[in-house]
């Protein structure tokens, strides 16, 4: 708790949310890789505070410049002008420490999505609500120079999104190695909208009046299909997690892919559909052997799901409804 006090207290003083002589209580939250990120009873009510670490909390060694504090408030501040409840309201910055204090979210009123998801709360029609945000986000910002100018946080992105999922499992597939590499490249280079780099169930609150978005520390103006695999590799993931309810997780995948297709306009519908299919293979396996895989897998689960990635990886599909029903039919053998 002293290491916490130490950076918080002093962030507090500076953005004008504690007065010097204030001892606030503090209380470390769990959950997050790459932040410290803590709730602090203030004599005005209860804020979060969240400061970027150099180091993530991974198996892995993996670091990461600061500079992603940067681009998560850019991110916030950005989409809050077209989507404002679907983001924590900003309360202050401090530069010096890197941190940033935002809302608190009550979670009795804020479940976090993955915790339904694990509980078996799974609904369609909250997964649609996800996707129709997502590409309004996207609509809103595609094809804006200025953004792009303002958003062009390549590195981070390269440093915690390119080279930890693909060239890490490139490590360990070298037949996949040209293709993952290739991705990467192409990835990099498709600049067409603000992403949010991290659409994760973990990051996704159910509020009362919609999704809320946290934790865009992988922010950048890329590939907007970047986003929409990396949601969809956890509904396909979830039915390992939690086999009675895979009916329903491939239903909300259904019903995600529908709706951010739907929304689509700023490209065809098939291109960013092809390049969604390809990074959801590609992300399935990263979270397999890359630096970053997913906590809740068995080994059994890891075989089956690294087969059908590794399938997908070196022969890519084009309509994400033929990876959906070859997942189905992998899960019933």
């Given at each position: 708790m002293?290491?916490?006090?130490?950076?918080?207290?002093p962030a507090l003083v500076?953005?004008?949310?504690?007065?010097?002589?204030?001892?606030?209580?503090?209380?470390?939250?769990?959950?997050?890789?790459?932040?410290?990120?803590?709730?602090?009873?203030?004599?005005?009510?209860?804020?979060?505070?969240?400061?970027?670490?150099?180091?993530?909390?991974?198996?892995?060694?993996?670091?990461?410049p600061l500079a992603r504090n940067h681009a998560e408030l850019a991110w916030i501040r950005e989409v809050a002008q077209t989507l404002p409840n679907a983001v924590p309201e900003i309360l202050g910055e401090d530069a010096q420490s890197y941190c940033f204090a935002m809302q608190w979210l009550a979670p009795e009123q804020h479940p976090v999505w993955k915790?339904?998801?694990?509980?078996?709360?799974?609904?369609?029609d909250f997964a649609a609500q996800?996707?129709?945000?997502?590409v309004l986000i996207h609509a809103a910002t595609a094809n804006q120079p200025a953004l792009a100018e303002r958003f062009a946080y390549d590195r981070n992105f390269f440093e915690l999104r390119l080279d930890p999922y693909f060239g890490a499992t490139a490590q360990v597939h070298?037949?996949?190695?040209?293709?993952?590499?290739?991705?990467?490249?192409?990835?990099?280079?498709?600049?067409?909208?603000?992403?949010?780099?991290?659409?994760?169930?973990?990051?996704?609150?159910?509020?009362?009046?919609?999704?809320?978005?946290?934790?865009?520390?992988?922010?950048v103006y890329g590939d907007p299909a970047f986003d929409v695999a990396f949601c969809l590799t956890h509904l396909i993931a979830k039915c390992l997690w939690r086999p009675a309810s895979t009916e329903n997780y491939l239903a909300c995948f259904d019903t995600f892919a529908e709706h951010y297709l739907a929304g689509?306009?700023?490209?065809?519908?098939?291109?960013?559909?092809?390049?969604?299919?390809?990074?959801?293979?590609?992300?399935?396996?990263?979270?397999?052997?890359?630096?970053?895989?997913?906590?809740?897998l068995t080994e059994p689960d890891r075989t089956k799901l690294r087969a059908f990635a590794r399938r997908w990886v070196l022969s890519p599909a084009t309509r994400l409804a033929d990876m959906r029903a070859a997942w189905k039919e992998e899960l019933a053998a």
């Open positions: 002293a290491n916490e006090a130490s950076v918080v207290l500076r953005m004008g949310l504690a007065a010097a002589e204030e001892h606030p209580e503090i209380v470390p939250l769990t959950g997050g890789v790459s932040s410290l990120i803590v709730r602090v009873e203030t004599r005005n009510g209860p804020l979060c505070i969240k400061q970027a670490l150099p180091e993530l909390k991974v198996a892995s060694h993996w670091s990461a915790i339904q998801l694990r509980d078996g709360q799974v609904s369609p996800v996707a129709r945000q997502l070298s037949d996949c190695a040209p293709m993952l590499q290739a991705l990467i490249e192409k990835t990099a280079s498709n600049r067409l909208a603000l992403i949010h780099g991290d659409i994760s169930p973990k990051n996704i609150l159910a509020g009362p009046s919609g999704p809320i978005f946290l934790d865009a520390e992988c922010a689509v306009q700023w490209e065809s519908v098939a291109a960013i559909e092809a390049r969604i299919a390809t990074l959801l293979a590609a992300i399935l396996l990263a979270r397999v052997d890359g630096k970053s895989p997913l906590e809740y």
